[in-house]
Nanobody, 124 residues
Framework: QVQLVESGGGLVQAGGSLRLSCADS????????MGWFRQAPGKEREFVSG????????DYADSVKGRFTISRDNAKNTVYLRMNSLKPEDTAVYYC?????????????????WGQGTQVTVSS
């Protein structure tokens, strides 16, 4: 079982950067594909990025490609999302999630453990 806690959100100006972290207090972190999703007010939750168990394979939503980078440190049971060149449309609550899928998935239904979310607000 994983227990996920996100941190690193905040208020930043457009063009700025943030790094989100998601720590797992369990002991099976490396068994899980990890994903980042976000939900803006009035919108559905959407996939942002995902990373395979060993960190070799990654996937990104088109809207963040070239600006966001996902990584993980299995020794620290932590997954990261580095966000550069932030835009006001990136404003959302960001959630990390863990899933036992064989490959990185962009579908929220493939993730069975979720963090509580961290707010990211980008001002124009």
């Amino acid at each position: 079982q994983v227990q996920l806690v996100e941190s690193g959100g905040g208020l930043v100006q457009a063009g700025g950067s943030l790094r989100l972290s998601c720590a797992d207090s369990g002991r099976t972190f490396s068994n899980y594909v990890m994903g980042w999703f976000r939900q803006a007010p009035g919108k559905e939750r959407e996939f942002v990025s995902g990373i395979s168990r060993g960190g070799i394979s990654t996937d990104y939503a088109d809207s963040v490609k070239g600006r966001f980078t996902i990584s993980r440190d299995n020794a620290k049971n932590t997954v990261y999302l580095r966000m550069n060149s932030l835009k006001p449309e990136d404003t959302a609550v960001y959630y990390c999630a863990a899933g036992r899928t064989a490959v990185v998935s962009a579908q929220s239904r493939d993730y069975d453990s979720w963090g509580q979310g961290t707010q990211v607000t980008v001002s124009s």
